[in-house]
């Protein structure tokens, strides 16, 4: 894939089986991140799900999961109804003591260069760290 990536961090005051879980199981992906209408960590598995536009456009995100090493790395394939591009989201967790450091990385996003401003790698950058450093932190810190 080209230079269209987004990488965000965050060290998190919760264990890693905490965080995996929050990453994986689908009614708590539906309280933090997005209401997956459904999820299950295995390879080959197929998920979708709406998003919001900066206008209010209705996106349906199409998923695939390509990897998953429990307690330590998911990655899935991130696509859009009815846009071209094809990128990889991969979440990486890594053990610190009682707590754990997230990695995320989203490759690609220049395949989606040709779709409008809110598929920027600008934007992305936008919306992933609002995710992890503000979405997934509050679900974490409530648990």
Not at 37 to 55: I, N, R, V, Y
Request: charge should be negative; proline fraction near 3%; hydrophobic fraction near 35%.
């Amino acid at each position: 894939m080209g230079n269209g990536i987004v990488t965000v961090e965050k060290l998190y005051n919760a264990p890693v089986e905490q965080v995996w879980n929050a990453l994986t199981d689908k009614d708590e992906m539906r309280k933090w991140y997005f209401n997956v209408s459904d999820f299950k960590p295995e390879k080959g598995f197929e998920f979708s799900f709406a998003g919001q536009g900066s206008k209010g456009e209705e996106y349906v995100h199409i998923c695939k999961v390509l990897e998953v090493i429990p307690n330590k790395k998911l990655q899935y394939s991130w696509a859009y109804k009815g846009y071209p591009g094809y990128t990889v989201v991969t979440f990486e967790l890594f053990e610190e003591g009682d707590k754990t450091h997230l990695k995320l990385t989203h490759e690609g996003l220049e395949s989606f260069a040709e779709n409008g401003p809110d598929f920027t790698v600008t934007s992305f950058n936008g919306g992933w760290n609002e995710i992890v450093n503000v979405m997934l932190e509050k679900y974490l810190a409530n648990k």
